[in-house]
T-cell receptor
């Protein structure tokens, strides 16, 4: 069975500092994507970054980057130069196997950026 | 470019009432899904569809029905609302089976 685990229910960081959110997963698929979604207080689910499993290079989107360790099935999100607008729930997600076209989500990490 | 549109944004129901949450997407995506979000639980899959006329159950399907008569629309029906169905509901669509999902703005449903 596929699983996604986020072991940090809550984290906080000072503005302008760096924070890393952890995610581990399990899948029997060989070719897959991994995603980090952000959910601010507005409730909207926003894609932050995606990683293709067959690419060894870690994905980067501006201040957001991942540390993808395929053998260890680890997919952490690093936020650099944290901003107040980064305050949100962050969810790690993995597509279900087979033909479903759906995602399985971790339980989320609530990140608070403090001024 | 509307993306995924959900209505309503908020709803209060009495126990036993029925209602339909609407979801429409204009991206010609084949895959559509419904999730519910409860505190501390992340998002859990209720029902999904891989194309018009094809639906299947997800992780938590009990008490919900879906149908997919067109590519664009994927309504979720609550047959007889229960307090346990108090949650935030998200509709999502995706282009392929392993690509990212695009989400609607969510519906906060309270059953009293």
């Amino acid at each position: 069975a596929q699983t996604v685990t986020q072991s940090q229910p809550e984290m906080s960081v000072q503005e302008a500092e760096t924070v890393t959110l952890s995610c581990t997963y399990d899948t029997s698929e060989n070719n897959y994507y991994l995603f980090w979604y952000k959910q601010p207080p507005s409730r909207q689910m926003i894609l932050v970054i995606r990683q293709e499993a067959y690419k060894q290079q870690n994905a980067t989107e501006n201040r957001f980057s991942v540390n993808f360790q395929k053998a260890a099935k680890s997919f952490s999100l690093k936020i650099s130069d944290s901003q107040l607008g980064d305050t949100a729930m962050y969810f790690c997600a993995l597509p279900y196997g087979g033909s479903q076209g759906n995602l399985i989500f971790g339980k989320g990490t609530k990140l608070s950026v403090k001024p | 470019n509307a993306g995924v549109t959900q209505t309503p944004k908020f709803q209060v129901l009495k126990t036993g009432q029925s209602m339909t949450l609407q979801c429409a997407q204009d991206m010609n995506h084949e895959y559509m899904s419904w999730y519910r979000q409860d505190p501390g639980m992340g998002l859990r899959l209720i029902h999904y569809s891989v194309g018009a006329g094809i639906t299947d159950q997800g992780e938590v399907p009990n008490g919900y029905n879906v149908s997919r008569s067109t590519t664009e629309d994927f309504p979720l029906r609550l047959l007889s609302a229960a307090p346990s169905q108090t949650s935030v509901y998200f509709c999502a669509s995706s282009f392929g089976r392993i690509t990212e999902a695009f989400f609607g703005q969510g519906t906060r449903l309270t059953v009293v």
